[in-house]
């Protein structure tokens, strides 16, 4: 599963944890967030991710 990272904070969205604290279950793609899903760090939206090299 591709991980992605926060260009503003460098949080790293992990698929396999998915974001408990948003009600993210651990197995959902970062394509599959919400649109409304914000870094939660920092708060940036979907858009400022960068998918990360395996």
């Given at each position: 599963?591709?991980?992605?990272?926060?260009?503003?904070?460098?949080?790293?969205?992990?698929?396999?944890?998915?974001?408990?604290?948003?009600?993210?279950?651990?197995?959902?793609?970062?394509?599959?967030?919400?649109?409304?899903?914000v870094?939660?760090?920092?708060?940036?939206?979907?858009?400022?991710?960068?998918?990360?090299?395996?």
């Open positions: 599963m591709q991980k992605w990272e926060c260009s503003v904070c460098g949080y790293i969205y992990d698929p396999k944890l998915g974001d408990p604290d948003s009600d993210i279950p651990p197995g959902t793609l970062f394509e599959d967030l919400p649109d409304d899903w870094c939660p760090e920092c708060g940036a939206e979907k858009d400022m991710f960068e998918k990360l090299e395996d």
